[in-house]
């Protein structure tokens, strides 16, 4: 790992050449919206401060709306004929630890047993620039979810922001072939500095909660019923979890086309029968928590929750998975 | 990398009416080298693509002893099937897989079997039926007991005459209400196994049908003494990827089309999957 | 005022003339408000009512069909009970609606987007300014605001931003909506949200056939979008859930004052306002408006 010291306006400078050879895609702060994920084309649009972004970093790598292929019917014959993948390269920048943990987790979905080419490409072609998080607001729980709201969790290099300049930390060889060039080493004075200010910040997430080890055992508890009276059944928490990763597909126009979809929408499960396993309200917000703190545990050894708290702080009435799962009558 | 969501294009080269509502398309594909290498285990099944229309998994009904195309039998339902129903032969149609684990062959040999099947249920029993009469000394006794609701919708009419001339093979028919000219069983499945007692022993079940039937039938089986690991079946639900990603079929953590479509009676239970 | 609230719905649930009393309490958060289901007396002490009470909570009137429901209900709640009323989705004789006074609730949008002072009234909700009366037309058990701050409203045109809207050119229009629309993620939170959105097969959903793009991009996305505008005319109250739970910002808000601004020109007709009223699109007039059918 190699520690820099950097100005805001080096690194906007250096962003400015790399516009040339990359996409470079950052959160913008866009007025009555929130902050986005935006192309940036000039640096000083990038909003690097407190806030979080309401997308999930996950948009950029699993597609919302993605053509698979498409049937060409020509001389009464078919054929197919494949979408080409984007090889732009591009660098993400500003992305906070926790989502990149969420991508270590799709990774494990979309980056094994049968790969995905479209999200592994769209990994391959991303270098990934963290942002190290001042003050995690009280939906935040990354560190009671085994994350760190500081430390870099599968970013190539990850910043810091003290006193009006950045600390870069350079992860990867891919961070470095982009950022080795800038910025100067820091004292040790400043680098013990430094690392107290790392521990100062990573108490700064107040919320803490445990996801019990034995949830099955309350699989059948009228507890889940209760909890998930006020769910709307809309898709909010699932299209901005960055690890949320179901979806359907549908044709269109000949064309194949995957899109986002949710364990909470009713017709997720909805047979052409009319049977459906997940009928009510109870079934389906008691499958979003086991597939996240039961079911994916079972499989991959982890929850598939990073704790990002998105879902609380945009689902319409105030669900919070983090007091459900910490109160869960295990 | 390839794109696994890429099916093969296939052309229908047989379509046959078993039922007003069901029909079997028999289906080559239109590369010989996919054709060649394409195998698979009875109880797989494939991702049927229409294009324009979508994709949808349907079990693959012939056995792997008797290549001459997959066939698959589809019922009449939704969206896709219909678009299905409307297919002549010499059509395109797009297929990926075969999928899913297949039932557990090694675990039966040298077991007598107890197909049990209802309506379109048969379809990916009669794979297996196939599959263990073309392999006949490795199993011991085999009984069907097959019901629909009318004897119009029985499928694969003109496969029972060989089934019940098979060695040691006895084949149930049963429809639900009495017809005129009906000459074999009256009543639900359920009712029919309770009459027929079939021998536990030795027994493996295999049961596949409507979901009210297969919550039916489970009682009745383990009243004669079937423990839930002999019970077998293959589950329906609504799946998308085939490949355990799109996230709707899962039951505990296991996904149907990835760790299933078939499962052990014990398996279900502990999945807290209701039948 | 609470307290007086407590004592009615313990009483209520007493007497079974209720099963169910769905109401507000406090959030995970300490702060905020989300909804409540009261059906044993012992938990009426959940019950909170103040300016964080932003829900329209007729939403979930629908999950209970054929139940005896009471429900804490601001005056632009009550407009969303009418209308299910007016179109028979509900029984009089099962809801006993429990009215609130309300001098405005808080602008929860603009509190996510950084407002700190939500007791300011900027921060109250836009529907709330415009806002013309602060008790409900109808309810069968009224809590006057005791401290009776009255209403915050400022006597603004409610129609001010849809004029700003209307003067533009079409093509303008197109390019504002189509940026708009282009965020729409497919979440249906809009949808799902809203107490007039009660079909049992909402027609996003269908496959047979499929009417628009299930992906979100921007073609399937303006389908979506004024549809589900289209759909509520004549029947949008106007209690704001739908622009306010958009996590993306969209101001659907417009398109539904804009729909209602074209309705009450052209029929004098007023979603929400009287019980006995027929629907509008249930109804046909010899002298309504016919130059518009080209």
Same mark, same amino acid.
């Given at each position: 790992?190699?520690?820099?010291i950097?100005?805001?306006?080096?690194?906007?400078?250096?962003?400015?050449?790399?516009?040339?050879?990359?996409?470079?895609?950052?959160?913008?702060?866009?007025?009555?919206?929130?902050?986005f994920y935006?192309?940036?084309?000039?640096?000083?649009?990038?909003?690097?401060?407190?806030?979080?972004?309401?997308?999930?970093?996950?948009?950029?790598?699993?597609?919302?709306?993605?053509?698979?292929?498409?049937?060409?019917y020509?001389?009464?014959?078919?054929?197919?004929?494949?979408i080409?993948?984007?090889?732009?390269?591009?660098?993400?920048?500003?992305?906070?630890?926790?989502?990149?943990k969420?991508?270590?987790?799709?990774?494990k979905v979309?980056?094994?047993?049968?790969?995905?080419?479209?999200?592994?490409?769209?990994r391959?072609?991303?270098?990934?620039?963290?942002?190290?998080?001042?003050?995690?607001?009280r939906?935040?729980?990354?560190?009671?979810?085994?994350?760190?709201?500081?430390?870099?969790q599968?970013t190539?290099?990850?910043l810091?922001?003290?006193?009006?300049?950045?600390i870069?930390e350079?992860?990867?060889d891919?961070?470095?072939?982009?950022?080795g060039?800038?910025?100067?080493?820091?004292?040790?004075?400043?680098?013990?500095?430094?690392?107290q200010?790392?521990?100062?910040?990573?108490?700064?997430?107040?919320?803490?909660?445990?996801?019990?080890?034995?949830?099955?055992?309350?699989f059948?508890?009228?507890?889940?019923?209760?909890?998930?009276?006020?769910?709307?059944?809309?898709?909010?928490?699932?299209?901005?979890?960055?690890?949320?990763?179901?979806f359907d597909?549908?044709?269109?126009?000949?064309?194949?086309l995957?899109?986002?979809?949710?364990?909470?929408?009713?017709?997720?499960?909805?047979?052409?029968s009319?049977?459906?396993?997940?009928?009510?309200?109870?079934?389906?917000?008691?499958?979003?928590?086991?597939?996240?703190?039961?079911?994916?545990?079972?499989?991959?050894?982890?929850?598939?929750?990073?704790?990002?708290?998105?879902?609380?702080?945009?689902?319409?009435?105030?669900?919070?998975?983090?007091?459900?799962?910490?109160?869960?009558?295990? | 990398?390839?794109n696994?969501?890429?099916p093969?294009?296939?052309?229908i080269?047989?379509?046959?009416?078993?039922?007003?509502?069901?029909?079997?398309?028999?289906?080559?594909?239109?590369?010989?080298a996919?054709?060649?290498?394409?195998?698979?285990?009875?109880?797989?099944?494939?991702?049927?693509?229409?294009?324009?229309?979508g994709?949808?998994?349907?079990?693959?009904?012939n056995?792997?002893t008797?290549?001459?195309?997959?066939?698959?039998?589809?019922?009449?339902?939704?969206?896709?099937?219909?678009a299905l129903?409307?297919?002549?032969?010499?059509?395109t149609v797009?297929?990926?897989?075969?999928?899913?684990?297949?039932?557990?062959?090694?675990?039966?040999?040298?077991?007598?079997?107890?197909?049990?099947?209802g309506?379109?249920?048969l379809?990916?029993?009669?794979?297996?039926?196939?599959?263990?009469?073309?392999?006949?000394?490795?199993?011991?006794?085999?009984?069907?007991?097959?019901g629909?609701?009318?004897?119009?919708d029985?499928?694969?009419?003109?496969?029972?005459?060989a089934w019940?001339?098979?060695?040691?093979?006895?084949?149930?028919?049963?429809?639900d209400?009495?017809?005129?000219?009906?000459?074999?069983?009256?009543?639900?499945?359920?009712?029919?196994?309770?009459?027929?007692?079939?021998?536990c022993?030795?027994?493996?079940?295999?049961?596949?049908?409507?979901?009210?039937?297969?919550?039916?039938?489970?009682?009745?089986?383990?009243?004669?003494?079937?423990?839930?690991?002999?019970?077998?079946?293959?589950?329906?639900?609504?799946?998308k990827?085939?490949?355990?990603?799109?996230?709707?079929?899962?039951?505990?953590?296991?996904?149907?089309?990835k760790?299933?479509?078939?499962?052990?009676?014990?398996?279900l239970?502990?999945?807290?999957?209701?039948? | 005022?609470i307290?007086?609230?407590?004592i009615?719905?313990?009483?209520?649930?007493?007497?079974k003339?209720v099963d169910l009393?769905?109401?507000?309490?406090? @959030?995970?958060? %300490? /702060?905020?408000?989300?909804? $409540?289901f009261?059906?044993?007396?012992?938990?009426? !002490?959940? &019950?909170?009512? =103040?300016?964080?009470?932003?829900?329209?909570?007729a939403?979930?009137?629908?999950?209970?069909?054929?139940q005896?429901?009471?429900?804490?209900?601001?005056?632009?709640?009550?407009?969303?009970?009418?209308?299910?009323?007016?179109?028979?989705?509900?029984?009089?004789?099962?809801v006993y609606?429990?009215?609130?006074?309300c001098?405005?609730?808080?602008?929860?949008?603009?509190?996510?987007?950084?407002?700190?002072?939500i007791?300011?009234? @900027?921060?109250? %909700? /836009?529907?709330?300014?415009? $806002?013309?009366?602060s008790t409900?037309?109808?309810? !069968?058990? &009224?809590?006057? =605001?005791?401290e009776k701050?009255?209403?915050?409203?400022?006597?603004?045109?409610e129609?001010?931003?849809?004029?700003?809207?209307?003067?533009?050119?079409?093509?303008?229009?197109?390019?504002?909506?189509?940026?708009?629309?282009?965020?729409?993620?497919?979440c249906?939170?809009c949808?799902?949200?809203?107490?007039?959105?009660?079909?049992?097969?909402?027609?996003?959903?269908?496959?047979?056939?499929a009417?628009?793009?299930k992906?979100?991009?921007?073609? %399937?996305?303006?389908?979506?979008?004024?549809?589900?505008?289209?759909h509520?005319?004549?029947?949008?109250?106007?209690?704001?859930?739908?622009?306010?739970?958009?996590?993306?910002?969209?101001?659907?808000?417009?398109?539904?004052?804009?729909?209602?601004?074209?309705?009450?020109e052209?029929?004098?007709?007023?979603?929400?306002a009287?019980?006995?009223?027929?629907?509008?699109?249930?109804?046909?007039?010899?002298?309504?408006?016919g130059?518009?059918?080209?």
């Amino acid at each position: 790992m190699i520690q820099k010291i950097v100005t805001k306006e080096e690194l906007y400078k250096l962003l400015n050449y790399l516009l040339q050879d990359f996409e470079v895609i950052g959160p913008k702060e866009l007025t009555n919206r929130g902050i986005f994920y935006e192309t940036i084309k000039n640096p000083q649009d990038l909003y690097l401060g407190e806030g979080f972004t309401t997308e999930p970093v996950k948009k950029l790598f699993l597609n919302p709306s993605e053509w698979f292929f498409k049937c060409q019917y020509k001389d009464s014959k078919n054929s197919l004929e494949e979408i080409a993948l984007t090889k732009t390269k591009r660098i993400i920048i500003g992305v906070r630890p926790c989502e990149t943990k969420g991508l270590e987790l799709l990774d494990k979905v979309y980056n094994s047993e049968y790969k995905d080419e479209f999200y592994v490409n769209n990994r391959n072609r991303t270098v990934i620039i963290g942002l190290s998080c001042a003050k995690p607001d009280r939906n935040c729980f990354c560190t009671s979810m085994g994350g760190s709201n500081v430390e870099s969790q599968g970013t190539d290099a990850i910043l810091f922001d003290r006193d009006g300049k950045f600390i870069l930390e350079i992860i990867t060889d891919k961070g470095k072939e982009i950022l080795g060039s800038i910025g100067n080493e820091p004292s040790e004075e400043e680098k013990k500095h430094w690392q107290q200010d790392k521990e100062k910040r990573k108490d700064l997430v107040k919320t803490k909660i445990k996801a019990p080890e034995d949830l099955d055992k309350v699989f059948e508890d009228p507890y889940w019923e209760q909890v998930s009276k006020s769910c709307l059944s809309c898709g909010i928490c699932t299209f901005l979890c960055p690890t949320c990763h179901c979806f359907d597909l549908v044709d269109e126009q000949r064309r194949r086309l995957r899109c986002y979809d949710g364990c909470a929408f009713v017709d997720f499960t909805l047979q052409a029968s009319g049977e459906n396993p997940r009928p009510t309200k109870k079934e389906r917000y008691r499958q979003r928590v086991f597939h996240k703190f039961d079911y994916f545990k079972k499989n991959f050894g982890e929850n598939l929750c990073v704790g990002c708290g998105r879902c609380i702080r945009y689902c319409p009435v105030k669900i919070d998975i983090s007091e459900i799962v910490d109160k869960a009558p295990v | 990398m390839k794109n696994i969501y890429l099916p093969h294009l296939a052309e229908i080269v047989d379509i046959k009416q078993e039922t007003p509502d069901i029909k079997t398309f028999k289906l080559k594909f239109k590369d010989q080298a996919v054709e060649d290498s394409f195998d698979h285990k009875p109880g797989q099944f494939v991702e049927f693509s229409i294009f324009g229309e979508g994709e949808a998994p349907f079990c693959i009904s012939n056995s792997p002893t008797r290549k001459s195309g997959i066939e698959c039998s589809v019922k009449r339902m939704g969206k896709i099937t219909q678009a299905l129903h409307e297919l002549d032969t010499g059509d395109t149609v797009g297929i990926r897989g075969p999928y899913g684990n297949g039932f557990p062959i090694e675990d039966l040999k040298n077991k007598n079997l107890l197909f049990v099947a209802g309506g379109i249920g048969l379809a990916p029993l009669r794979s297996l039926i196939n599959y263990c009469l073309d392999n006949r000394n490795n199993f011991k006794s085999v009984t069907i007991v097959n019901g629909a609701r009318t004897s119009k919708d029985l499928v694969y009419k003109d496969e029972y005459q060989a089934w019940e001339k098979a060695r040691d093979t006895k084949l149930y028919l049963t429809v639900d209400c009495q017809e005129e000219n009906w000459t074999c069983m009256v009543g639900v499945v359920p009712k029919i196994l309770e009459q027929l007692k079939p021998t536990c022993q030795d027994s493996v079940a295999i049961v596949c049908g409507p979901p009210i039937m297969i919550k039916y039938t489970m009682p009745v089986l383990l009243k004669i003494g079937f423990c839930p690991e002999a019970i077998i079946t293959t589950l329906e639900m609504k799946m998308k990827c085939g490949l355990g990603k799109c996230g709707r079929c899962n039951i505990g953590n296991l996904y149907v089309c990835k760790d299933g479509p078939v499962f052990s009676y014990a398996q279900l239970k502990t999945l807290r999957y209701e039948l | 005022m609470i307290d007086e609230l407590k004592i009615k719905a313990r009483e209520l649930l007493k007497n079974k003339q209720v099963d169910l009393i769905i109401g507000y309490q406090r @959030a995970s958060d %300490g /702060v905020l408000a989300m909804p $409540c289901f009261v059906d044993r007396e012992e938990d009426v !002490d959940k &019950l909170i009512w =103040d300016v964080y009470c932003v829900y329209n909570l007729a939403n979930y009137l629908k999950d209970y069909a054929g139940q005896k429901i009471g429900i804490i209900a601001k005056p632009c709640d009550v407009r969303s009970i009418v209308v299910l009323l007016q179109e028979n989705q509900l029984r009089r004789e099962n809801v006993y609606i429990i009215g609130v006074e309300c001098s405005g609730v808080i602008d929860e949008k603009r509190l996510r987007l950084g407002a700190k002072d939500i007791q300011e009234s @900027a921060t109250f %909700g /836009v529907k709330c300014k415009s $806002c013309k009366s602060s008790t409900p037309s109808i309810c !069968d058990y &009224l809590f006057k =605001d005791k401290e009776k701050k009255g209403k915050i409203s400022e006597d603004k045109d409610e129609y001010e931003s849809v004029r700003k809207l209307e003067v533009r050119s079409s093509l303008e229009r197109l390019k504002f909506w189509e940026e708009e629309f282009s965020r729409c993620i497919r979440c249906y939170a809009c949808r799902q949200v809203c107490p007039m959105c009660y079909c049992p097969k909402c027609v996003a959903d269908q496959a047979m056939p499929a009417w628009f793009s299930k992906g979100a991009n921007l073609k %399937g996305n303006l389908s979506w979008n004024l549809i589900r505008a289209i759909h509520l005319g004549g029947r949008c109250i106007d209690c704001g859930e739908c622009e306010r739970v958009c996590p993306v910002g969209i101001p659907l808000r417009e398109l539904n004052k804009k729909i209602e601004k074209d309705i009450k020109e052209l029929f004098k007709y007023e979603a929400g306002a009287n019980v006995e009223q027929k629907p509008l699109l249930a109804s046909f007039d010899k002298d309504d408006p016919g130059d518009w059918i080209k």
